[in-house]
């Protein structure tokens, strides 16, 4: 009897160290993904992603792995290669806060490869089917913001009343305000400064190379005032693309708005 006691004991402790052997490296790689992203340090994130989804390619943590490694490769600028990793378990049976990013990234890699029809769509893929997203109000942000990019006023509006109206606590609110505030047309931002000398500085280099600068002030969330340097007012977005190219000629850092 005490024989057979010691050996459940044994067998019990020696299978611990097993489910612990086999547990702990996919935990603590993930949790070492976790870190690298929040370092910044995403080839890191990458390289331990990959290594996690090659020991667990048919299984949850290895869905988790490649979404980490679609993030990692979108922070890179890598951004086909994260449409890449994203589709790979867009269609698979994910948990609802996995699906929720998955989407997420996917039209962060459209919108920023300027495919804005294919954004759109994710969105609305997103929101037509399971549950209702988490960050539903980030969700119509950025469905404002790509309406926006096809000129889709009217929609953009709808989106950002909503978030004001039923979210009025959201991380979205202050951005959203601003965008209703302001006019419908295309500009290009070329740079934002907390010391308005700043952005006067650099409107006054744009005015002597005769382009239509100015300086938006606006709040962020945390209600700090910035002075953003824009250039142009624009109906059509091709027209605001060939700004773009031409002001980054010059070595600025333009960036279509909004």
């Avoid at 378990?89 to 300027?114: P, T």
Wanted: net charge positive.
């Amino acid at each position: 009897m005490k024989k057979d006691l010691v050996s459940k004991i044994f067998f019990a402790a020696v299978w611990s160290c097993v489910i612990f052997a086999i547990g702990t490296p996919a935990y603590a790689d993930m949790r070492d993904i976790e870190a690298s992203l929040l370092n910044r340090d995403y080839i890191r994130a990458q390289k331990l992603a990959e290594d996690v989804l090659a020991a667990h390619p048919k299984d949850p943590v290895g869905q988790k792995a490649q979404y980490y490694i679609g993030l990692s490769q979108l922070r890179q600028a890598q951004y086909q290669g994260a449409l890449e990793s994203f589709n790979k378990i867009k269609n698979e049976k994910l948990g609802s806060q996995l699906r929720e990013r998955v989407y997420l990234g996917l039209f962060d890699a459209y919108y920023l490869l300027e495919e804005y029809p294919q954004a759109d769509a994710t969105l609305q893929e997103l929101l037509k089917e399971g549950d209702k997203p988490e960050a539903v109000s980030l969700v119509y942000f950025k469905l404002a913001k790509v309406n926006m990019k096809l000129a889709r006023w009217g929609q953009a509006t709808d989106c950002l009343e909503k978030i004001v109206r039923s979210f009025p606590n959201s991380l979205e609110v202050p951005a959203a305000k601003q965008l209703l505030d302001e006019k419908h047309y295309f500009a290009v931002q070329v740079g934002a400064f907390v010391e308005r000398r700043l952005a006067e500085a650099l409107v006054d280099e744009l005015k002597q190379k005769e382009e239509y600068a100015y300086i938006i002030e606006s709040l962020d969330s945390q209600n700090r005032k910035f002075y953003r340097v824009r250039v142009g007012q624009l109906a059509m977005l091709k027209d605001a693309q060939a700004l773009k190219n031409r002001l980054a000629k010059f070595g600025y850092p333009a960036q279509i708005y909004p």
